[in-house]
């Protein structure tokens, strides 16, 4: 008996332990990319689909509301960097940086440099890009930029701008590290041929305000086509991915729960038959079949709820230790990189959500006891003088 207890209590371990730790890995994804776009986008978005000149009255409009904490424009597009005629094409976004420090923390970000050095012939550049190109702090570097074709078009000659490295910054988000450059924004709008023209406004809210709610609300002060978008909508293909993963994970590893349950219903049965004779001597003192059926549900109960426990204990112990198992692991099989880039985060994000655990909890108790209920039920139909008998 002890070996089958054993054996249905390791499979509910088993699979809440794997319910547990894919839920918390995908949950952290999710809250993860929440609060880097967050951190490095800024909480909303000001754009029309064009390029705008007045954008410091706007900036002024935006700070007026008591819903916003700051707000910065920002240039953004792509060019062609080289170097030792090594050439890359990163994303390259222009700031006002003392504006730019008040929505993003700029300063935690740099690794390499001084940001206070960054002026408009040199440029700030991610730690994906001075790892490719071998670049450091004091390397010059050559922006091509699409202006130059348009030039060219005009019988015009643009010479690439020379351009000094300031600083190296690494914000953890694989997607912004490994492909861009930072300018400011009059040299932004130099290599774009911008004017004094923006692409959109950057806004940071008041800490506990609601940004779907405060972009609604912010949108009255803007006539179409200006539109107030919040970073979830930016990146909401991105969130229905990982949300739909995290859905059909939970539901494919729920059948470890359920084949646990399995274990559970031939460990009862087995209990039913070996103590049949008990059985029948405790219907013969008076107990009732109802009874004798909660007695063996309630060891079905018993066995969810141990499993249940020791699974959330090993679960959070692995998470705790998982970028030293997940080193291990990439060293044999390889592929850290690519799986990085692809889920855009140099460390695995965890995030424990309450509601999760709950639900994982009821579910694989229920299915535990739910497995002992029909060998209880066996067992409370027996009838005395036959469970007597019984060798």
């Known amino acids: 008996m002890p070996f089958f207890t054993i054996m249905s209590v390791t499979g509910v371990v088993l699979g809440t332990m794997a319910l547990v730790v894919v839920l918390s890995v995908f949950n952290g994804f999710g809250h993860a990319i929440r609060e880097v776009v967050a951190d490095t986008t800024g909480d909303l978005k000001v754009m029309n689909g064009r390029i705008f000149e007045d954008y410091e009255e706007k900036v002024d409009l935006l700070e007026a509301s008591p819903l916003v904490a700051a707000a910065a424009p920002s240039a953004f597009g792509m060019v062609m960097l080289q170097t030792d005629n090594r050439p890359i094409v990163p994303q390259v976004q222009g700031i006002d940086v003392d504006k730019e420090r008040q929505i993003v923390p700029l300063d935690d970000y740099i690794r390499y440099g001084d940001l206070d050095e960054l002026d408009d012939d040199s440029l700030l550049i991610s730690s994906g890009i001075a790892n490719t190109l071998r670049l450091r702090v004091g390397d010059e570097v050559e922006l091509y930029t699409p202006l130059m074709i348009q030039r060219l078009n005009q019988n015009e000659v643009l010479l690439p701008r020379l351009m000094r490295v300031a600083a190296v910054f690494e914000t953890g988000f694989t997607k912004v590290d ?97 103590k049949t004779r008990e059985i029948g001597l405790f219907s013969s003192m008076g107990a009732t079949s109802r009874q004798i059926i909660a007695c063996f549900c309630l060891q079905g109960f018993s066995v969810g709820v141990v499993g249940t426990g020791i699974g959330f204990a090993l679960s959070f112990a692995l998470l705790s230790a998982r970028e030293t198992i997940i080193d291990a692991i990439f060293r044999v099989i390889g592929g850290r990189e690519q799986t990085m880039q692809f889920y855009f985060f140099s460390e695995l994000p965890v995030h424990y959500n309450a509601s999760d655990l709950i639900v994982i909890a009821v579910l694989t108790i229920s299915i535990a006891t739910l497995a002992g209920l029909v060998p209880s039920i066996k067992a409370g139909l027996l009838k005395p003088v036959e469970a007597l008998r019984s060798e």
């Open 178 to 274: 490994e492909n861009t450059i930072i300018t400011t924004l009059r040299s932004m709008q130099d290599l774009y041929g911008l004017g004094e023209g923006v692409h959109a406004l950057k806004v940071k809210l008041v800490e506990g305000v609601d940004a779907e709610k405060a972009a609604r609300e912010l949108q009255e002060l803007f006539e179409p086509p200006f539109r107030v978008s919040t970073w979830l909508e930016s990146n909401a293909d991105y969130l229905a991915i990982i949300e739909f993963e995290k859905r059909m994970m939970f539901f494919i590893l729920l059948i470890i729960v359920l084949v646990a349950s399995f274990s559970i219903a031939t460990s009862l049965f087995t209990s039913v038959v070996k």
